[in-house]
């Protein structure tokens, strides 16, 4: 099946979709959902992040329309909205599998360029942008 992302006038979508899904903690959320739903206290307690933290990473997907929620009670349980997104993330594996350490020795993009916490030297992205995306609050 053909790709048509390159034929595509605006690519704003697609680039969107892989920048929700670059970061670590949502990237470890969306896995996570991957096999099943989750309870936003079952994704604090896997992640080691706080409840508003780990609130605001869902906050992104589920304006990303990449996760949706039901409510039981005063719990709302998480779960992916569409199930291509676990077809991307077992193609990725496999993309990743095949490539082994390129991606991760990459000098912009890789472990090295980026710093272990997914930013840059300083913590941000090459974009000057912390590394959820965001730009500084107290810089503003």
């Known amino acids: 099946m053909p790709i048509n992302l390159v034929q595509t006038p605006d690519l704003g979508s697609a680039v969107a979709l892989f920048r929700s899904l670059g970061d670590p903690t949502r990237l470890a959320i969306v896995t996570r959902l991957a096999a099943g739903e989750a309870r936003v206290v079952d994704l604090t307690r896997l992640l080691g992040l706080p409840q508003s933290t780990v609130s605001s990473h869902l906050a992104c997907l589920r304006d990303c329309r990449l996760v949706t929620y039901r409510a039981q009670g005063r719990q709302s349980f998480y779960s992916l909205s569409r199930p291509e997104l676990v077809e991307l993330?077992?193609?990725?594996?496999?993309?990743?599998?095949?490539?082994?350490?390129?991606?991760?020795?990459?000098?912009?993009?890789?472990?090295?360029?980026?710093?272990?916490d997914g930013g840059g030297k300083d913590g941000r992205g090459k974009d000057g942008r912390d590394t959820d995306g965001r730009?500084?609050?107290?810089a503003s």
């Not at 990725?92 to 020795?105: D, I, S, W």
């Not at 990459?106 to 360029?113: A, K, L, T």
């Not at 730009?135 to 107290?138: H, K, V």
């Open 89 to 116: 993330l077992r193609s990725a594996e496999g993309l990743l599998a095949a490539t082994g350490a390129a991606v991760a020795l990459c000098p912009v993009w890789g472990d090295e360029g980026r710093g272990k």
């Open 135 to 138: 730009a500084d609050e107290a």
